[in-house]
């Protein structure tokens, strides 16, 4: 998979924040204890999930006719999966998906490359990294669907999502009726908020798209 470019990357982050997002605890998370009404768990392995209308790609005959009459292919990114791996100083995080798609003329097998992304966002505005790759669905003739399965990873610093001890403390810490701070919600405090937003991270998984995908994907 290559580096894409600024504008790509750019892209990501405007979607970014609408993710649909998901995601499992494991060894080394974070249980913040009940108390002020407030129970989480945290993970170190980043949520991952597909950003808003980045899930479709949609090709046409005609490149200035978005009707049905002149759809090609259609293509959906489907069932998506993570897996995590948190125990060395790298993160790995994987997602795989599969990829649904159908297309009209049906008269001689085909063979056609999909661009997908995989990005890393940190705090949830800032693109760490992104990188592209292909998922290659193969139509058999007289056959209008078929369906593939892809898959992209990502290395995130194990430090950088790691809360630091004294922001563990302060979140973590029981607190007794009568405390001064016993009604406070720890998360809001800016401090805390700040550094748990900075050790958060997410892979955001979607189909490289033109801005004119991207538009009719928007607005159909």
């Given at each position: 998979?290559?580096?894409?470019?600024?504008?790509?990357?750019?892209?990501?982050?405007?979607?970014?924040?609408?993710?649909?997002?998901?995601?499992?605890?494991?060894?080394?998370?974070?249980?913040?204890?009940?108390?002020?009404?407030?129970?989480?768990?945290?993970?170190?392995?980043?949520?991952?999930?597909?950003?808003?209308?980045?899930?479709?790609?949609?090709?046409?005959?005609?490149?200035?006719?978005?009707?049905?009459?002149?759809?090609?292919?259609?293509?959906?990114?489907?069932?998506?999966?993570?897996?995590?791996?948190?125990?060395?100083?790298?993160?790995?995080?994987?997602?795989?998906?599969?990829?649904?798609?159908?297309?009209?003329?049906?008269?001689?097998?085909?063979?056609?490359?999909?661009?997908?992304?995989?990005?890393?966002?940190?705090?949830?505005?800032t693109v760490q990294s992104k990188r592209v790759g292909?998922?290659?669905?193969?139509?058999a003739a007289g056959q209008d669907r078929a369906q593939?399965?892809g898959k992209g990873g990502a290395f995130i610093d194990?430090?950088?999502?790691?809360?630091?001890?004294?922001?563990?403390?302060?979140?973590?810490?029981?607190?007794?009726?009568?405390?001064?701070?016993?009604?406070?919600?720890?998360?809001?405090?800016?401090?805390?908020?700040?550094?748990?937003?900075?050790?958060?991270?997410?892979?955001?998984?979607?189909?490289?798209?033109?801005?004119?995908?991207?538009?009719?994907?928007?607005?159909?």
């Amino acid at each position: 998979m290559n580096i894409v470019s600024r504008r790509s990357a750019r892209f990501a982050l405007l979607v970014g924040g609408a993710a649909a997002l998901s995601a499992c605890s494991g060894e080394g998370d974070l249980v913040i204890q009940e108390g002020v009404g407030v129970t989480a768990v945290r993970s170190r392995c980043p949520a991952v999930g597909i950003p808003a209308y980045t899930g479709d790609i949609t090709t046409f005959a005609q490149a200035n006719d978005t009707s049905l009459a002149s759809m090609d292919v259609a293509a959906t990114m489907t069932n998506l999966r993570a897996t995590c791996d948190d125990s060395g100083a790298k993160i790995y995080s994987e997602a795989s998906f599969d990829v649904l798609a159908t297309r009209r003329d049906t008269s001689t097998a085909r063979s056609l490359e999909l661009p997908f992304f995989v990005t890393v966002l940190q705090g949830g505005n800032t693109v760490q990294s992104k990188r592209v790759g292909t998922v290659t669905v193969n139509f058999a003739a007289g056959q209008d669907r078929a369906q593939v399965t892809g898959k992209g990873g990502a290395f995130i610093d194990a430090a950088a999502a790691t809360l630091p001890e004294d922001i563990r403390e302060r979140i973590t810490r029981k607190r007794r009726p009568g405390d001064p701070d016993a009604a406070l919600d720890p998360l809001a405090d800016p401090e805390v908020k700040a550094a748990v937003a900075r050790s958060t991270f997410e892979v955001l998984v979607g189909f490289q798209l033109t801005e004119a995908q991207l538009a009719y994907n928007a607005t159909r």
